[in-house]
Every structure is written in structure tokens, then in C-alpha cells.
């Protein structure tokens, strides 16, 4: 038998060996609580059961974004595993220690190409091209009131602390125009349509407009990870978006209680107290890079992304430090910046001097390189 992923649903359509419909279909949850005889006889048989147990078995493996990549392809296949090294080689190969493509980055490689193919340039504004309605549903369902069906739709805040993305109301980006002045995708250089909407004549493909806006904004890249791993981290499996939905829209006095109950207690007092006050959502989860942008998993696509709670984000950012320095790599560039909070390991000495949390920092990733404690005097 031969599987394939709906696109909208949970789903599993399966196909005969020479792809033709079986008209049977199965949710893999069904196997995994052993419902078998809520599912058609077919699937009772030994042979039939034993490639759908195999199948479940390796989807369960597969991240969610993962999952998704299949889902978005619409393949008939015999192996989820198979099929997502099939995929993943196809993509076009991407590496950047930069965390956001900017406006400068469109323009230079807009510039080179002109001047080598022998083009012009133009500026085309991004409300041009962010603004276009879909018509068509996105991959999951929308299952909660909470959880948006379409990120371009919302505007995620951003963690705290983290730095921002691109502006929304940058004045644009330069655009290609080739020796016949037809405009080439802002995203791979290739021929858009010349007539249409604005939309049209930015991108060649829908997909190419999603990956530039991955690329290119954090409230975007948020707002796609939440709609397809719904805020549940993945290292410690705490629903962290719920959680946060819950603490804001509980009333101030409760807060406390429902935060002291959770994985998220053992965050500073500082930060509890900030998550008790004005609640946030970049206070709750991150969206972490799998590969880390230091080593070249910048402006990516979302198969090197996933939902991390504070705390599981923290401890993947110390583990990352750790290793980069074990091994001797070369930092890029880094600044150091004095965060007035009190070493977390460091015992308050007496006194009037206080020890103060030295942060380094990576200036292209903002990835947090080391820590030092300083010693200062206390101003009286």
C-alpha cells in the first residue's frame, strides 16, 4: 500500500501499489489507542495491518514541522521517513548566520543581479505584497479561537528581549527588472508574471512569497509556527500558548497561583513577576533554531524551526554556549552587555558592592555566548 498526508486533516488517504484510491483512510491516533474496530476489516488483515503499524510507528517520530512538509506535498508514499529525505534534499539549500533577510540584503543581491544580467531595478512596497487576501484554507484547521488559521492575518508579539525584526513600514525593496523589462522574484531571481495584481509581479510562486516573508519577518515566523505546533514545546511537551492565553485573560490575583503550578515556576522571580503584571506572549514560548543561526540555520525555512517553552529555550540556549566554546569555534562578532540583574548562581555579597551579570553577546544571531560576573560598587 502507498500513503498519503491530507492536506487539511490529520488524515491518512491510502492509495494500491499502482496509486489508485483504495477509499480508505485511517487517523493515526486510531492505532496508536488500538482502535481497530472502529476501522474498516481491510485494516485487520496481517499484511495491512503490519504496513500501517510500520507507517504510524515512523510518522510518530516526525516533528511537526516535519509532518507538515509531507502534508504540503501531496505525494504518494511508502514511508514517511523516505519521503522526508526525498523532500529535504529537493529544497534549495539555504545557510545563513544572519537571523532576518533585510531590506539591505534584497537590495544588494537585486543590484548584483541587474548589473550582471544587464537589468534595471525598481521599489516595490511591502504592503504591496503582505496584504494579499488567501482564498485558499491553510494546512491545519483552526481548532481553537485562539490559535490563528491565517498568519498573515496576526501579529505575534516578539520574545522579550529579543531583537526585532524588520520594520512593517520599511519604505520597500529593490526589484529586478530583466533587458525586457519583465520584473524577476524578489525571493529566487525568477521570471514573475507581468500582468496581474502587485502580488503577481513580486513572486513567481505562492510559495516563494511565503518563504521571503518567513525569511524576512519574526511576526510572521512566529504566527507559522504557532498555527502548525499550536504552542506546545517541543522538549518538555507544556502547552505554553494555552498557558499564556489563560494567565492573561485570568484576572492579576490568580496569576500567581496558576503560574506556581506549572514548568515555568522555576523562571526568576524578576520574570514571574513580569509574567504576573503584564503577561506576553514572547514571556511564555520562543521559536527556537534547530540548527543555530550561528552555524549557519538563519533565514530559514520552517523545518529548522520549532515551539520552545521559556525554560526548555533557555536550557537549549546554555547547551548551544557550551558546546560552541568546548569545541573552540571562533565567535563571530559580540558586544557585552551589563544587565543589572544579580548573577543567577552568585551569592549577594556584603557590603556595598553587588555582583552584576556580564552578558556576550553574538551580534549577528544574538545568541548569548558567555557569561562573566562583575563586581560593582552599589551608588549610595
Known amino acids: ?109 537585486s543590484l548584483s543581479k541587474a548589473q550582471c544580467d544587464g537589468g534595471t531595478v525598481r521599489m516595490v512596497h511591502k504592503e504591496m505584497f503582505f496584504t494579499k487576501r488567501r482564498t485558499t484554507s491553510m494546512s491545519r484547521p483552526n481548532t481553537s479561537a485562539s490559535v490563528p488559521e491565517k498568519p498573515s492575518e496576526v501579529h505575534p508579539e516578539p520574545p522579550v528581549g529579543a531583537p526585532e525584526g524588520p520594520s512593517e513600514a520599511e519604505a520597500g525593496y529593490l526589484q529586478v527588472l530583466d533587458g525586457e523589462g519583465r520584473p524577476l522574484c524578489l525571493s529566487c531571481h525568477k521570471a514573475c508574471g507581468s500582468t496581474g495584481g502587485a502580488w503577481d509581479t513580486c513572486f513567481c510562486s505562492q510559495t516563494c512569497q511565503e518563504e521571503f516573508q518567513l525569511r524576512s519577518s519574526q511576526a510572521y515566523m512566529r504566527a507559522r509556527v504557532l498555527q502548525t505546533e499550536q504552542g506546545v514545546c517541543q522538549s518538555c511537551g507544556l502547552q505554553a500558548h494555552q498557558l499564556y492565553l489563560k494567565v492573561r485573560d485570568a484576572p492579576p490575583t490568580h496569576r500567581k497561583e496558576m503560574l506556581e503550578n506549572t514548568w515555568l515556576a522555576q523562571l526568576s522571580l524578576k520574570q514571574l513577576n513580569e509574567m504576573i503584571r503584564a503577561p506576553v506572549e514572547g514571556q511564555f514560548w520562543q521559536v527556537d533554531h534547530i540548527r543555530p543561526v550561528y552555524s549557519g540555520g538563519g533565514q530559514c525555512s520552517l523545518d529548522n524551526l520549532q515551539t520552545l517553552c521559556t525554560v526548555c529555550h533557555r536550557t537549549v540556549r546554555v547547551q548551544y554556549t557550551q558546546t560552541h566554546t568546548h569545541y573552540g569555534h571562533a565567535h563571530p562578532p559580540s558586544h557585552t552587555v551589563f544587565t543589572g540583574q544579580p548573577a543567577p548562581s552568585a551569592t549577594e555579597p556584603q557590603g556595598s558592592w553587588s555582583p552584576l551579570l556580564c552578558v556576550h553577546i553574538n551580534t549577528q544571531s544574538y545568541m548569548v555566548l558567555h557569561y562573566t560576573l562583575a563586581i560593582c560598587p552599589l551608588r549610595s
Open 1 to 109: 500500500m502507498k500513503f498519503c498526508a491530507s492536506k487539511n486533516t490529520e488524515r491518512i488517504y491510502l492509495y494500491s501499489q499502482e496509486d489508485s484510491p483504495l477509499h480508505w483512510n485511517f487517523l493515526p491516533l486510531d492505532i496508536q489507542l488500538d482502535n481497530w474496530e472502529d476501522l474498516p476489516e481491510a485494516f485487520r488483515r496481517r499484511e495491512n495491518r503490519a504496513q500501517i503499524l510500520r507507517y504510524v510507528q515512523q510518522w510518530s517520530t516526525l516533528t511537526a514541522m516535519k509532518q507538515r512538509l509531507i502534508r504540503r506535498s501531496g505525494l504518494l508514499f511508502c514511508s514517511p521517513v523516505l519521503v522526508l529525505d526525498q523532500l529535504t534534499s529537493t529544497q534549495r539549500k539555504h545557510s545563513s548566520t544572519k537571523r532576518y533577510l533585510t531590506k539591505e540584503d534584497v537590495s544588494q543581491a
